[in-house]
T-cell receptor, first 113, second 111 residues
């Protein structure tokens, strides 16, 4: 398996609280992605990074921010969590963008009460 | 609008048969199309990538076709086994370094 971990793996939080999810890779891949997966919607891209300090929005970026200060770490922050952000969040990495396969982390299950 | 469609109904087949899954898309001109497998509670795992100038790609018991005229990809698993039971996702490049995923089709291989 590609060296990619996510933390925490599970989190329950309350509406209005800030939440940060961490993705860590040991593969030195340039691209990192955050997705959310919900029944009926499949995987949807939230934000992605194409290098240190270089990020761009995905399909469902509202309410989320990201940061990448090191190659190996990509953080996803929910500034003020809402119940609609209850989901499973996956991080993925890729060596060469969309022309290469993506390797996914194990996922973080987030519940916002 | 851009759309990727995979059959949302589960596909049930008998062991040893060939499973065929479909991915249709509209308003895309993808340079690449990828297929992933996802097991419950796990992240997707890459299976195959096919380029727009390739008609067919094979890997062991897997075969993918890509018809840019029909805007369709077919994913075949020959001699299917219960261990092939999973959800299969197709993904397209919509431009840039991003993939857009379909919602997936669940495959169940029965003894």
């Amino acid at each position: 398996d590609a060296g990619i971990t996510q933390s925490p793996r599970h989190k329950v939080t309350e509406t209005g609280t800030p939440v940060t999810l961490r993705c860590h890779q040991t593969e030195n891949h340039r691209y990192m992605y955050w997705y959310r997966q919900d029944p009926g919607h499949g995987l949807r891209l939230i934000h992605y990074s194409y290098g240190v300090k270089d990020t761009d929005k995905g399909e469902v970026s509202d309410g989320y921010s990201v940061s990448r200060s090191k190659t190996e770490d990509f953080l996803l922050t929910l500034e003020s969590a809402t119940s609609s952000q209850t989901s499973v969040y996956f991080c993925a990495i890729s060596d060469a963008g969309s022309e290469n396969e993506q390797f996914f982390g194990p996922g973080t299950r987030l519940t916002v009460l | 609008s851009q759309k990727i469609e995979q059959n949302s109904e589960a596909l049930n087949i008998q062991e040893g048969k060939t499973a065929t899954l479909t991915c249709n898309y509209t308003n895309y001109s993808p340079a690449y199309l990828q297929w992933y497998r996802q097991d419950p509670g796990r992240g997707p795992v890459f299976l195959l990538l096919i380029r727009e100038n390739e008609k067919e790609k094979r890997k062991e018991r897997l075969k993918v076709t890509f018809d840019t005229t029909l805007k369709q990809s077919l994913f075949h698993i020959t001699a299917s086994q219960p261990a092939d039971s999973a959800t299969y996702l197709c993904a397209l490049t919509g431009g840039g370094n991003k993939l857009t995923f379909g919602t997936g089709t669940q495959l169940k291989v029965e003894l």
